[in-house]
């Protein structure tokens, strides 16, 4: 039982346009929301989070937005760049809980 | 400051065989999580040590999964005997602390096990 759905598998984008990844979760303990990156033989990075006591948080430019009603957060790149091109996963945990529980992934790729 | 490294990268056994995974974390930190994903699909929580013991091991799929952290240092994760569902990457992850939204999970290269 998945309860962190990214239901987009691929994106394309052109490069110095905006990226939108979205993620929805079905469990409303959920607090705390993260995204990772991930390269190829690589493993995933964090890269950006938000707590559910906000509804944006930006951090140059990557933007996670959180809609807590709608139990669905996404993320902005903008501008896009080519070595954005890399696999995103959402991932949720509950304060009372240490595991995270992550998407399948979005493969985002930035056309230059 | 040296990464979570893991070793082997990638591992090729036949169903029945024994393999072991190895985890080194982030020097310091006390808590180790291992991850598995099968292809295309989600990341998934296999379980938690801090130091040397198992805080949470929900995430195990079966018996036939043994994961040890003797001494708190390094992990091993055993699988025996693998079958072929058992195919996938496993990533290890190291945190200093379990503080949620401020102790940043470190994710490892992953090994990737191929059962055949």
Request: with cysteine; charged share 20%.
């Amino acid at each position: 039982d998945q309860q962190v759905k990214q239901n987009s598998p691929s994106l394309s984008v052109q490069e110095g346009r905006i990226s939108i990844l979205n993620c929805d979760y079905t469990n409303s303990m959920f607090d705390y929301f993260l995204w990772y990156k991930k390269y190829p033989a690589e493993g995933p990075t964090f890269l950006i989070s938000i707590s559910s006591i906000k509804d944006k948080n930006e951090d140059g430019r990557f933007t996670v937005f959180l809609n807590k009603s709608a139990k669905h957060l996404s993320l902005h790149i903008v501008p896009s760049q080519p070595g954005d091109s890399a696999v995103y996963f959402c991932a949720a945990s509950a304060r009372t809980g240490n595991q995270f529980y992550f998407g399948t992934g979005t493969s985002l790729t930035v056309i230059p | 400051e040296a990464g979570v490294t893991q070793f082997p990268s990638h591992s090729v056994i036949e169903k029945g065989q024994t393999v072991t995974l190895r985890c080194d974390p982030i020097s310091g930190h006390d808590n180790l999580y291992w991850y598995r994903r099968v292809m295309g699909k989600e990341i998934k929580f296999l379980l938690h040590f801090v130091k040397e013991s198992k805080q949470d091991e929900s995430g195990m799929p079966n018996n036939r999964f043994l994961a040890e952290r003797t001494g708190g240092t390094y992990s091993t994760l055993k699988v025996q005997p693998a079958e072929l569902e058992d195919s996938g990457v496993y990533f290890c992850a190291s945190s200093h602390g379990t503080l949620i939204g401020t102790d940043t999970q470190y994710f490892g290269p992953g090994t990737r096990l191929t059962v055949l």
